[in-house]
């Protein structure tokens, strides 16, 4: 079935949607972290595509919250209950968090895959959503679509071809 309406997730960007028909959808999920909230009750659902984990190395200036695993889940949090979602409701699934180059001596600086998932999961303790799915780590990229009637996430990459969450 294809979606009524297909809304795509830019790098640094985050979407939320009520329409039933909707299909969220982002590429390029390298180190990046795509983390992806649903109401089953509401059908509300919402995708992040997360850079960075936080905010505090941002440079002086207009901050793109979407681009923060620390400021960017909050928002979307916030955007889907003024939708009708209920927090206690939502559920998680992440994708990407990939380590899409080898350095030598792996300080931690540059593991920017691994910290951008655990800051999403830090977050999303705080607010006691459970990840009820995740397909993170490794090194290769994903495309991830969530679609909005049932929830599903589909994960597509050159490596491991179509994975359903």
């Known amino acids: ?10 790098m640094a960007d985050l979407k939320v949607t009520s329409n039933k ?3 969220l959808k982002t590429t390029g999920l ?9 109401d089953p009750d509401s059908q509300i659902a919402g995708m992040a595509h997360i850079m960075l984990p936080h905010s505090d190395i941002a440079r002086s200036g207009q901050v793109n919250i ?3 695993a620390d400021t960017a889940l909050p928002e979307m949090i916030r955007l889907m209950t003024l939708q009708g979602a209920v927090v206690s409701r939502m559920k998680a699934k992440l994708a990407g ?3 899409m180059f080898s350095f030598l001596g792996q300080n931690d600086t540059m593991r920017i895959g691994p910290r951008n998932v655990d800051s999403c999961k830090d977050v999303l303790k705080r607010y006691s959503i459970p990840i009820v799915a995740e397909d993170t780590g490794g090194n290769f990229g994903r495309t991830i ?7 599903v996430l589909l994960i597509r990459s050159v490596q491991n071809g179509i994975k359903e969450l």
């Open 1 to 10: 079935m294809i979606p009524a309406l297909c809304l795509k997730v830019g």
């Open 21 to 23: 028909d909707a299909v």
């Open 30 to 38: 390298g180190s990046c972290v795509g983390v992806t909230l649903y």
């Open 66 to 68: 979407a681009k923060y």
């Open 97 to 99: 968090g990939a380590q």
């Open 145 to 151: 679509e969530l679609y909005n009637t049932t929830g």
